[in-house]
């Protein structure tokens, strides 16, 4: 892949945060002329525009009015901007081509340089970070086969929709390298470019207050495979169907993962030990009991993450000691402390039922959950039957409350067993008075 031929073209990019600013920098530095715009005013942005001090940049703040378009020859959108925005509709009318900082890092990055992308409507995190960590040098040797690299000879950069934007370090990247790169559906919808590797871990109704239907949730997923060659390797859940759902757009080598049944290539379960197949041939990668993670969604992320390094070519050494030494992302199912025999969990990321319905099942312990946040306009009523089996008590929150609750009542979940509040602090302080010893306290 090659560079953008973007030297002297007016690009636009809306939205001044983490994206936006790493984006800017390299545009600035491949010669583009570069604006921003932010919808908030430039004193809520001061430190933001500080960082950018050094660059040449013209700045639209306080709004996106569509005289940003005029000259321009590409708009960007960060992750928290809309694809239907008023002003990329227009941008769309008048042949203005879309982008973002994953599509023109997917477009920068060096000949010979492995791309792992990953996506899925949870775990994406999880298995994003563990895949890293099997691709690593400090973690076990390599096959040499393919594409996959000397051990000696290659640095792993871990990034996209978590920690840095990858655009910030592709001049540092040489042929050789490895890229895991989790991607959101926000990012993927407008994206013409695919990963070497793409994995679709699962595809249940997740940010339809974003995307409206489930059509075009699934839509913008697709764009993770829509794009391969022949070459290429899809990495799919075998035992979501969604996802499952999606082979028919793999165009090169396809894998699974599962923890229900074998596969013919990519990481499956037998007898409570993870293996790994690929190219007629199998290999034994860890028991089950060494995954320090809660909950058998946790053992999904496990075999996602040995299928997935394992087609760029980690050997099962790797694998186990990735898996041996991970103990989990931040505020996924974060264990946070022990309070008069009450246990604190973090799962602030669960924002899905299906997030949410994991976690639960990741407990034999009497469960007080705080639940509710944004509501993205998303189905409840698995959840809510659930929850009256295993839910000890409820506190609802947020603006998402209302709708959770009304899907606890239909499901008949006894009304002395949840409350509705405020703010999250007043759910926390009703969930310690209604936790006792030997407890588990959840927030997501």
Not at 46 to 68: F, Q, R, T
Not at 155 to 161: I, L
Not at 204 to 210: A, E, F, G, I, M
Not at 357 to 372: H, M, Q, R, T, Y
Request: include cysteine.
């Amino acid at each position: 892949m090659r560079n953008p031929p973007l030297q002297g073209k007016r690009v636009v990019i809306l939205g001044l945060a983490r994206q936006g600013i790493a984006l800017a920098r390299y545009l600035s530095g491949v010669g583009a002329r570069v604006v921003i715009s932010d919808m908030q005013p430039a004193e809520k942005l001061a430190a933001n525009i500080a960082a950018l001090n050094d660059l040449p940049i013209e700045y639209v703040l306080g709004g996106h009015p569509s005289m940003l378009l005029e000259g321009a020859d590409l708009l960007c959108l960060s992750g928290g901007v809309a694809a239907d925005l008023p002003l990329a509709q227009e941008a769309r009318r008048r042949g203005v081509p879309l982008s973002n900082d994953s599509q023109i890092f997917l477009e920068a990055c060096p000949a010979g340089v492995t791309v792992v992308g990953i996506t899925g409507s949870a775990g994406k995190t999880t298995t994003t970070t563990l895949v890293g960590k099997m691709l690593s040098v400090e973690s076990g040797a390599w096959r040499v086969e393919g594409n996959a690299p000397p051990s000696t000879l290659h640095s792993t950069w871990v990034g996209g929709n978590i920690g840095n934007p990858l655009i910030a370090d592709v001049g540092r990247m040489r042929a050789g390298d490895v890229v895991v790169m989790e991607l959101s559906s926000f990012q993927l919808e407008i994206m013409t470019r695919s990963p070497h590797v793409a994995a679709l871990l699962n595809l249940t109704p997740n940010h339809l207050d974003r995307h409206g239907t489930m059509e075009a949730y699934t839509a913008a997923k697709s764009h993770i495979l829509l794009h391969q060659t022949a070459s290429d390797v899809a990495v799919l859940g075998l035992d979501d169907a969604g996802s499952r759902g999606l082979a028919p757009l793999a165009k090169g080598r396809l894998a699974y993962f599962s923890d229900e049944q074998s596969v013919d290539e990519g990481a499956f379960l037998r007898n409570e030990q993870i293996v790994f197949r690929w190219g007629g041939g199998e290999r034994m990668v860890c028991p089950v009991s060494e995954i320090k993670l809660r909950g058998r969604h946790n053992v999904l992320n496990a075999l996602a993450a040995c299928a997935i390094s394992g087609a760029v070519g980690a050997e099962p050494a790797a694998m186990r000691a990735a898996i041996g030494g991970f103990t989990g992302v931040e505020h996924r199912l974060e264990f946070v402390r022990e309070r008069a025999g009450v246990q604190w969990y973090k799962d602030s990321i669960a924002s899905a039922p299906e997030r949410v319905i994991a976690a639960l099942k990741s407990f034999d312990e009497p469960i007080v959950l705080l639940a509710g946040g944004r509501d993205k306009k998303l189905p409840w009523d698995e959840f809510a039957r659930l929850a009256r089996q295993r839910v000890k008590f409820l506190v609802l929150f947020g603006e998402a409350g209302p709708l959770i609750q009304r899907a606890l009542e239909a499901a008949g979940m006894e009304p002395e067993r949840f409350t509705r509040v405020g703010p999250l602090a007043e759910a926390i302080k009703v969930a310690a008075e209604r936790a006792g010893t030997g407890d588990v306290v959840e927030a997501v």
